[in-house]
Every structure is written in structure tokens, then in C-alpha cells.
């Protein structure tokens, strides 16, 4: 059996406005908004082209969740989103309230940038030239 990504699982302090933001930003479809059995508010969308990334809060008692980093850091640093014009989505992401944080950036064929995304989530949008 092959190793597929079977999604991206963010926190969040608030899920539904998190969710929100990228059903607006992306046009991601919510799949379900529950509450699970464990007492956390659980939300499973779809991106596009069909990957689930799902936004729960804390679990009830474990206290408030870490502060997230949309820095360059180690581990899971980031996920990257196809654009067909970086400068459109630049203004039209932080008209939604994304941060700029580098770029645009050529790199050979594609053109890139990072943004900061609601609950410090570091995003790349990709241009292909």
C-alpha cells in the first residue's frame, strides 16, 4: 500500500473563525463541524483538489494550546498552495488579514512567497512562470 498524506491537522483557539478564513482565502469546503465525544470542537475541510485539513481547539482541561511560530523553524515549518498571480493573492490574503513575511522570490521556474496566516500558520504560495 502506498504513503499517501491523508490530511493537515491545525489548532486553533477558534476554530470556526479559522475555518472561515480559509473557506474565504482558498475555497475550502467543510466537510463536518462537531463536537467529538472528547469535548473539542472538531472541523474536517477540503482544499481544491481534495486534501482534508482538519482544525480542532484544546482538549476540555489541557489547558491553553502553545503558542504557534509562523517563523522558519524546525519540524513542520509549513504547507505550500499553487497561485496563478502572487501579487493578486498577496493583496487579496492580507486584505483577509494574512501577513507578508518574504518574497516574492524567483527561483528558476516558479516564483514563491510566505505569509502568516491565521493561528500562526506559515503558508508558501507557489507561481509556476
Known sequence: MPYAINHIHLKSSDPKTSADWWV?????????DTVRPVGD?????????GVRVN???????????APG???????LEHFGLDSENLEADIERLTG???????GPTEM????I??????????????QRV
Open 113 to 126: 512567497c510566505f505569509l502568516k496566516a491565521p493561528d500562526n500558520v506559515r503558508i508558501e504560495l507557489i
Open 24 to 32: 474565504q482565502a482558498f475555497g475550502f469546503t467543510i466537510a463536518s
Open 41 to 49: 470542537r472538531f472541523i474536517a475541510m477540503d482544499s481544491q483538489n
Open 69 to 75: 511560530s509562523a517563523e522558519v523553524h524546525e519540524g
Open 108 to 111: 528558476g521556474a516558479i516564483r
Open 96 to 102: 483577509l488579514g494574512a501577513e507578508l513575511m518574504q
Open 55 to 65: 482544525i480542532s481547539e484544546a482538549l476540555p482541561g489541557a489547558g491553553p494550546l
